[in-house]
C-alpha cells in the first residue's frame, strides 16, 4: 500500500462539529483544524511550506514574555483605512493614501 492509500482524508469532529482533518494525498498534504460554524481555519500544507490561519473574528496573540517573529521580508496588510506598527518604541501610522504619514 503507498503512502496515504486508502485513508485519505482522515478525521476527527467534536460533539459541537468542529474538526481535525488529516489529509494524505501526495502532493497536497495538509493539516486542517475548523471551527463548528467554520468561520475560523488554521491550516498547515506541508508542500506550500505555508501556515494560514482565517477567521471572521479578531485574533489576539499575546505573551507573558517575548514574542519573536523572525522573517526575511514581513508585510502588514488592512482592509480598513488605518494601520498602526509599533517598531522599537516607534509608533507609526498609516493610510490607505499615504502609510508614511501620521493621520490627521
Request: proline residues 2%; negative net charge.
Amino acid at each position: 500500500m503507498n503512502k496515504g492509500e486508502g485513508n485519505t482524508p482522515r478525521f476527527f469532529t467534536s460533539r459541537a462539529g468542529s474538526k481535525i482533518i488529516f489529509d494524505d494525498t501526495e502532493g497536497e498534504e495538509k493539516l486542517q483544524i475548523i471551527s463548528s460554524d467554520g468561520s475560523t481555519r488554521l491550516e498547515i500544507c506541508f508542500e506550500d511550506k505555508e501556515i494560514s490561519l482565517k477567521t471572521d473574528d479578531d485574533i489576539t496573540i499575546s505573551s507573558d514574555g517575548e514574542i519573536c517573529v523572525n522573517s526575511e521580508k514581513a508585510a502588514a496588510k488592512t482592509t480598513n483605512e488605518t494601520l498602526t506598527t509599533i517598531t522599537s518604541g516607534t509608533v507609526i501610522h498609516g493610510n490607505k493614501n499615504n502609510n508614511n504619514e501620521t493621520p490627521s
